[in-house]
């Protein structure tokens, strides 16, 4: 009995949630925004240890109110990122309890594709700015923790952008979000 508790477990699910993001921009004033993510996961491990591969497709972004160009002068304008992306984390993580009821912690990197970009500008950002170039997959790092309830999996997790996400020799930006998502366990 105690072999067959050491044995590694597979675990394959569906997820769903939403995030919270920001640019985080040294140039600008930036706000919130909210997205989703729909994907699976799975986990292999055992005793207390295990490694989660994930695929989703998620939204994010931000919105700028304000920027100081090059000049130094600051300037009031409006400017929205939108990002639809391919999001691949590898999470190492521990659980604490038994698989039907347990506390999990998890971190590792994750790595963003960029499928769709939408970027709206106004005039002022357009003429003293070329931040909106952007690179087309970045690197950030995921922490957080999550809980299983039978078949149901929540988790809440911060992501740190890692790469520069823009092209531009002037700007750097970084993604950063809050994910709270709900998972399923197919088996």
């Given at each position: 009995v105690s072999a067959f508790a050491q044995l590694p477990s597979f675990t394959l699910g569906?997820?769903?949630?939403?995030?919270?993001?920001?640019?985080?921009?040294?140039?600008?004033?930036?706000?919130?925004?909210?997205?989703?993510?729909?994907?699976?996961?799975?986990r292999l491990g055992g005793a207390g240890l295990y490694v989660q591969p994930e695929a989703y497709i998620g939204s994010k972004g931000s919105k700028f109110i304000r920027f100081t160009a090059p000049n130094n002068t600051e300037v009031e304008a409006d400017g929205e990122v939108n990002f639809t992306t391919l999001d691949i984390?590898?999470?190492?993580?521990?659980?604490?309890?038994?698989?039907n009821l347990n506390l999990r912690f998890m971190a590792g990197p994750v790595i963003s594709f960029v499928i769709d970009e939408n970027t709206t500008f106004?005039?002022?950002?357009?003429?003293?700015?070329?931040?909106?170039?952007?690179?087309?997959?970045?690197?950030?790092?995921?922490?957080?923790?999550?809980?299983?309830?039978?078949?149901?999996?929540?988790?809440?997790?911060?992501?740190?952008g890692l790469s520069n996400i823009s092209r531009s020799s002037t700007y750097d930006q970084k993604q950063n979000l809050w994910h709270l998502s709900l998972g399923y366990k197919l088996f």
């Open positions: 569906l997820k769903g949630g939403v995030n919270v993001s920001k640019l985080n921009a040294e140039f600008a004033s930036e706000e919130n925004r909210l997205g989703y993510q729909v994907g699976a996961w799975a984390p590898l999470l190492l993580g521990t659980k604490i309890g038994p698989n106004n005039s002022a950002y357009n003429q003293a700015t070329d931040f909106d170039n952007y690179k087309d997959q970045n690197w950030a790092a995921q922490f957080g923790a999550g809980v299983d309830f039978g078949n149901l999996s929540i988790d809440a997790r911060y992501e740190a």
